[in-house]
């Protein structure tokens, strides 16, 4: 069955650096996400890519957030200087249609 | 505004029969999903509603009125592998999934 492959699983990084995390979308889903969870809380929105462009984003994902789809596969977060309160998981999803919705295993970011 | 309401803790006998209650206020609706998370993990996929009425999987069901703004997830002969969290997530308007905060079932045996 097709997955979404994230990496890496678990990312150490001092508070001000700079991280990217990756997601390989299934190949033939259009639509693709971002959401975080923060330990013990709910899974929130970050921003959602379409047609090479964000369709959409929520409040927590500011300047300091970026997406990219740089070759055609690939689908990254940057972060540009991480924020203590930037430790959470991030899962990356994609989908075809409704029903679609597939989830990664998630990167755990843990910021010192 | 948007929101879900969920328990926050369950707990069952294995073997036995849970319902999982959901109650979703979003603007506009495009259906609405259930998800297992286990700890540490990412959410995986149960079921999609978007007409009344009940879908039946295995030992999962789910459940929507939207005149109610209400859903259920029944789980039929439990096993202890079925604790985890069970997320409820509405499909707004714009198509995206607001999250409930997850109601943690715990399996007694």
């Known amino acids: 069955e097709p997955e979404v492959t994230q990496t890496p699983s678990h990312q150490v990084t001092q508070m001000g650096q700079e991280v990217i995390l990756r997601c390989v979308p299934i190949s033939n889903h259009l639509y693709f996400y971002w959401y975080r969870q923060i330990l013990g809380q709910k899974v929130e929105f970050l921003v959602s890519f379409y047609n090479n462009e964000i369709s959409e984003k929520s409040e927590i994902f500011d300047d300091q957030f970026s997406v990219e789809r740089p070759d055609g596969s690939n689908f990254t977060l940057k972060i540009r200087s991480t924020k203590l309160e930037d430790s959470a998981m991030y899962f990356c999803?994609?989908?075809?249609?409704?029903?679609?919705?597939?989830f990664g295993s998630g990167t755990r970011l843990t910021v010192v | 505004g948007q929101n879900i309401d969920q328990p926050t803790e369950m707990t069952a006998t294995e073997g036995a029969i849970v319902q999982i209650n959901c109650t979703y206020q979003?603007?506009?609706?495009?259906?609405l999903f259930w998800y297992q998370q286990h700890a540490g993990e990412a959410p995986t996929f149960l079921s999609y509603?978007?007409l009344d009425g009940l879908e039946e999987k295995g030992r999962f069901s789910s459940f929507l009125s939207r005149s109610k703004g209400y859903s259920y997830l029944l789980l039929k002969e439990l096993q202890m592998k079925d604790s985890a969290s069970y997320l409820c997530a509405g499909l707004d308007s714009n198509y995206q999934l607001i999250w409930g905060a997850g109601t943690k079932l715990i399996i007694k045996p």
């Open positions: 979003t603007s506009g609706f495009n259906g």
């Open positions: 999803a994609s989908r075809l249609d409704l029903r679609g919705y597939t």
């Open positions: 509603n978007v």
